[in-house]
Nanobody, 123 residues
């Protein structure tokens, strides 16, 4: 059974940084695509960044390029999202999700989801 657990959320001032973690278990780690998504209050869920665990290739939303970095620690079965220069509009519940290698990384196509971690950026 696929199991994803996010951690690292919290309250931070605008301009600050946070590092989110997604601990994955229950599947062949390098046969997956892991994505970070977020659900801002009162808005639609949106994609943030994705990484293919087989080759390390990444994609990111334009709104976070240059500020957020997705990375992998294969020894820990963990995917990270380093967030810098945070803005109030980054406030959201952040989720990690997984789908099989070769699939597209978008919210509707992910097969497994974590419960999320709340990030609040104060102005």
């Amino acid at each position: 059974e696929v199991h994803l657990v996010e951690s690292g959320g919290g309250l931070v001032q605008a301009g600050g940084s946070l590092k989110l973690s997604c601990l994955a278990s229950g599947f062949t780690f390098d046969d997956q695509i892991i994505g970070w998504f977020r659900h801002p209050p009162g808005k639609e869920r949106e994609g943030v960044s994705c990484v293919s665990l087989s080759d390390g290739s990444t994609t990111s939303a334009d709104s976070v390029k240059g500020r957020f970095t997705i990375s992998i620690d294969y020894s820990k079965n963990t995917v990270y999202l380093q967030m810098s220069s945070l803005r109030p509009e980054d406030t959201a519940v952040y989720y990690c999700a997984a789908t099989k290698r070769g699939s597209a990384c978008f919210a509707g196509g992910m097969r497994s989801w974590g419960l999320g971690t709340l990030v609040t950026v104060s102005s």
